[in-house]
């Protein structure tokens, strides 16, 4: 009996303690739902409950979302971790869905994810009646989503006061009221080779400010997740970070490189000039090809008088490719000369040792050399076919870009010195980064496929390279690779639907964005080499060409918060409620036990009667 009872004091003690140590939470989750091309909002509950673990996620769906919501439920459950300095890896969360009918979910939940878990895991109160929809990306950024006005029509329906919509997206287009519309909107005059630059509608939109206004309700445009915690709680979460600090080393060398890179602008032209002396003109074609390569210069002048080194040293290089070209088409040498040249050039390529990394700032310059490595023996394979078809100017072109990739990748790797935090970037990890990152960028892929289908041929392209740099155990190539395809849709994104006048206004933010995101990372020991130099070159674009400006402050996102992929141990730490609420629990555990021991001991004194059968 004694036996009996104490196995199910410790089953009970079992059963308690889990359930002490759980938390519940749930949210509203603003949706669309697809019926007959059509798309019309929607909302749903999403729930989510934390227990002792090991760092599992568990995503529970019904009806079935139209897109699987699982990879973006992981990766808004890093954000969140990684917002609290939180080990997560002791805790399994479980996230459940429940509609009524079937939802279009995918990355689109992914702001609501990440709210829920950090007012769980963070003990933070958020109040009910409000709905956020938009993309959760590196650096806890809100990004763009489709069918805002459907979601914020399904809003004022059930009674939802505020609705958090991503930055950028104040604007529908009006006439785009489902799919099969879209679709043929789109699809006229389509070409595979049309970027988001092309994506862009010329009728004015719907205000959804306005649109929420007429309905009754508060639509606001968020960035951050320092923003969206202020609207969900009305606690200011931001502090002044201060500026951003520069790596004294990165500064150095990358002036240096731009310093070279420009000198042989310099020696290009000298050459150039004397040789044109001789041959008196340049046909037109190159003419025009001289005087672009002479602006490109120019630019890159200006850039380094304001110490923006690595948009001075962009500039330079554009114009060593073009300058190149014309020196190769001005030295005329034979087919077989040329091809002598390639095959030296990719002699000198495969002789070149790569660096070892141990530093996400290291894996950053590395990625990039990797980059620089694989376009070089690219362009010299292409140049070999083209001089075979008989397109001698194309191979001219593709042997000085080559040339110049080869100088800029040779360049890059003096940024890989081994100083810094170290993280664990042993292989399998570096896989594991590549495979997360691919789902991510895949998971918006299709996503946009949805509202898109025919501007994605491109960004499919570059996914493809990242699957194939993956099987090859290239897992660095396709790291980068697959952080520019998932870049480049959020761009379509970003600029689909907002009118061109908002554009100034929507990179501002966005800029501002990217610098609070790399204060963050220097603050932490890391330096985002990579996601600095797009930053600064984004912000030299923008008055230039804002499309370019949009697409490198995507890369300089992607590129600055690769920690979240090789993270740091962190413990997670107890509120003084939660404190208080274990303590009670143990208090009370202790009574019962007590009292259990007294029952035992007082049945073992009293005499037991025996009777007879």
Same mark, same amino acid.
């Given at each position: 009996?004694?036996?009996?009872?104490?196995? +199910?004091?410790?089953?009970?003690?079992?059963?308690?303690?889990?359930?002490?140590?759980?938390?519940?939470?749930?949210?509203?989750?603003? $949706?669309?739902?697809?019926?007959?091309?059509?798309?019309?909002?929607?909302?749903?509950?999403?729930?989510?409950?934390?227990?002792?673990?090991?760092?599992?996620?568990?995503?529970?769906?019904?009806?079935?979302?139209?897109?699987?919501?699982?990879?973006?439920?992981?990766?808004?459950?890093?954000?969140?971790?990684?917002?609290?300095?939180?080990?997560?890896?002791?805790?399994?969360?479980?996230?459940?869905?429940?509609?009524?009918?079937?939802?279009?979910?995918?990355?689109?939940?992914?702001?609501?994810?990440?709210?829920?878990?950090?007012?769980?895991?963070?003990?933070?109160?958020?109040?009910?009646?409000?709905?956020?929809?938009?993309?959760?990306?590196?650096?806890?950024?809100?990004?763009?989503?489709?069918?805002?006005?459907?979601?914020?029509?399904?809003?004022?329906?059930?009674?939802?006061?505020?609705?958090?919509?991503?930055?950028?997206?104040?604007?529908?287009?009006?006439?785009?009221?489902?799919?099969?519309?879209?679709?043929?909107?789109?699809?006229?005059?389509?070409?595979?080779?049309?970027?988001?630059?092309?994506?862009?509608?010329?009728?004015?939109?719907?205000?959804?400010?306005?649109?929420?206004?007429?309905?009754?309700?508060?639509?606001?445009?968020?960035?951050?997740?320092?923003?969206?915690?202020?609207?969900?709680?009305?606690?200011?979460?931001?502090?002044?970070?201060?500026?951003?600090?520069?790596?004294?080393?990165?500064?150095?060398?990358?002036?240096?490189?731009?310093?070279?890179?420009?000198?042989?602008?310099?020696?290009?032209?000298?050459?150039?000039?004397?040789?044109?002396?001789?041959?008196?003109?340049?046909?037109?074609?190159?003419?025009?090809?001289?005087?672009?390569?002479?602006?490109?210069?120019?630019?890159?002048?200006?850039?380094?008088?304001?110490?923006?080194?690595?948009?001075?040293?962009?500039?330079?290089?554009?114009?060593?490719?073009?300058?190149?070209?014309?020196?190769? +088409?001005?030295?005329?040498?034979?087919?077989?000369?040329?091809?002598?040249?390639?095959?030296?050039?990719?002699?000198?390529?495969?002789?070149?040792?790569?660096?070892?990394?141990?530093?996400?700032?290291?894996?950053?310059?590395?990625?990039?050399?990797?980059?620089?490595?694989?376009?070089?023996?690219?362009?010299?394979?292409?140049?070999?076919?083209?001089?075979?078809?008989?397109?001698?100017?194309?191979?001219?072109?593709?042997?000085?870009?080559?040339?110049?990739?080869?100088?800029?990748?040779?360049? +890059?790797?003096?940024?890989?010195?081994?100083?810094?935090?170290?993280?664990?970037?042993?292989?399998?990890?570096?896989?594991?980064?590549?495979?997360?990152?691919?789902?991510?960028?895949?998971?918006?892929?299709?996503?946009?496929?949805?509202?898109?289908?025919?501007?994605?041929?491109?960004?499919?392209?570059?996914?493809?390279?990242?699957?194939?740099?993956?099987?090859?155990?290239?897992?660095?190539?396709?790291?980068?690779? $697959?952080?520019?395809?998932? $870049?480049?849709?959020?761009?379509?994104?970003?600029?689909?639907?907002?009118?061109?006048?908002?554009?100034?206004?929507?990179?501002?933010?966005?800029?501002?964005?990217?610098?609070?995101?790399?204060?963050?990372?220097?603050?932490?020991?890391?330096?985002?080499?990579?996601?600095?130099?797009?930053?600064?070159?984004?912000?030299?674009?923008?008055?230039?060409?804002?499309?370019?400006?949009?697409?490198?402050?995507?890369?300089?996102?992607?590129?600055?918060?690769?920690?979240?992929?090789?993270?740091?141990?962190?413990?997670?730490?107890?509120?003084?409620?939660?404190?208080?609420?274990?303590?009670?629990?143990?208090?009370?555990?202790?009574?019962?036990?007590?009292?259990?021991?007294?029952?035992?001991?007082?049945?073992?004194?009293?005499?037991?009667?025996?009777?007879?059968?």
């Amino acid at each position: 009996m004694k036996k009996v009872f104490l196995i +199910w004091c410790l089953i009970a003690i079992l059963l308690i303690i889990p359930v002490s140590l759980a938390e519940y939470g749930s949210l509203k989750l603003l $949706a669309v739902q697809e019926k007959g091309g059509n798309l019309s909002g929607s909302l749903a509950d999403l729930h989510l409950e934390i227990n002792p673990g090991n760092g599992r996620v568990f995503m529970d769906t019904f009806p079935l979302t139209k897109l699987d919501t699982q990879v973006s439920t992981r990766f808004a459950k890093e954000i969140a971790c990684n917002y609290l300095d939180i080990n997560c890896d002791k805790y399994d969360f479980f996230y459940t869905i429940r509609s009524n009918s079937p939802i279009i979910a995918g990355p689109s939940a992914g702001a609501a994810i990440t709210v829920l878990t950090i007012s769980l895991l963070g003990d933070i109160d958020i109040s009910e009646d409000v709905a956020i929809t938009g993309t959760i990306n590196s650096g806890g950024i809100i990004g763009p989503v489709g069918a805002l006005q459907q979601k914020i029509e399904a809003a004022s329906r059930d009674g939802i006061r505020k609705v958090l919509i991503p930055v950028g997206e104040r604007y529908s287009a009006k006439d785009i009221t489902g799919l099969n519309n879209l679709s043929a909107i789109i699809e006229t005059g389509a070409d595979e080779n049309i970027t988001a630059k092309d994506i862009i509608q010329g009728r004015k939109g719907i205000d959804l400010i306005e649109l929420g206004e007429e309905l009754g309700i508060v639509v606001r445009e968020v960035s951050d997740i320092e923003n969206v915690l202020f609207e969900f709680t009305g606690v200011s979460y931001g502090k002044d970070i201060g500026n951003i600090s520069i790596d004294p080393h990165y500064s150095l060398v990358m002036s240096q490189l731009a310093i070279e890179l420009c000198r042989r602008s310099g020696e290009f032209m000298d050459k150039i000039t004397s040789d044109r002396t001789v041959s008196h003109s340049f046909e037109e074609s190159y003419e025009n090809i001289y005087q672009t390569a002479l602006n490109f210069t120019g630019k890159g002048d200006k850039a380094f008088e304001q110490e923006r080194f690595y948009s001075s040293a962009s500039y330079c290089f554009g114009a060593n490719v073009k300058l190149g070209h014309i020196t190769l +088409w001005i030295q005329n040498e034979s087919d077989t000369q040329l091809t002598e040249r390639i095959n030296a050039i990719e002699t000198e390529i495969e002789a070149f040792k790569k660096k070892e990394y141990k530093t996400i700032t290291d894996l950053q310059a590395y990625m990039v050399v990797e980059e620089r490595i694989t376009d070089a023996k690219d362009f010299l394979e292409a140049s070999k076919k083209e001089l075979a078809m008989g397109n001698r100017d194309q191979a001219l072109y593709s042997i000085a870009y080559a040339i110049e990739r080869k100088f800029s990748a040779y360049a +890059w790797s003096t940024f890989i010195t081994g100083k810094g935090k170290a993280f664990r970037l042993s292989n399998e990890d570096m896989r594991k980064s590549c495979q997360k990152k691919l789902s991510e960028a895949e998971e918006r892929y299709q996503y946009v496929a949805l509202f898109l289908p025919s501007y994605l041929s491109k960004i499919r392209k570059g996914i493809d390279a990242a699957y194939l740099d993956f099987s090859n155990n290239n897992s660095e190539a396709c790291l980068f690779k $697959a952080s520019k395809a998932k $870049a480049e849709i959020n761009v379509i994104l970003n600029v689909f639907g907002v009118e061109k006048e908002n554009f100034d206004n929507l990179i501002e933010r966005k800029l501002d964005i990217v610098e609070k995101t790399i204060i963050k990372q220097t603050r932490k020991g890391i330096f985002p080499i990579v996601g600095f130099s797009y930053y600064e070159y984004a912000s030299d674009l923008k008055d230039i060409d804002q499309f370019s400006s949009l697409l490198y402050i995507e890369y300089a996102l992607e590129m600055s918060n690769l920690d979240i992929y090789f993270p740091e141990k962190y413990e997670i730490t107890f509120t003084d409620q939660d404190k208080s609420e274990i303590g009670i629990f143990l208090i009370g555990l202790g009574a019962g036990l007590l009292i259990a021991v007294i029952i035992m001991i007082r049945a073992k004194r009293k005499p037991i009667s025996k009777k007879k059968k």
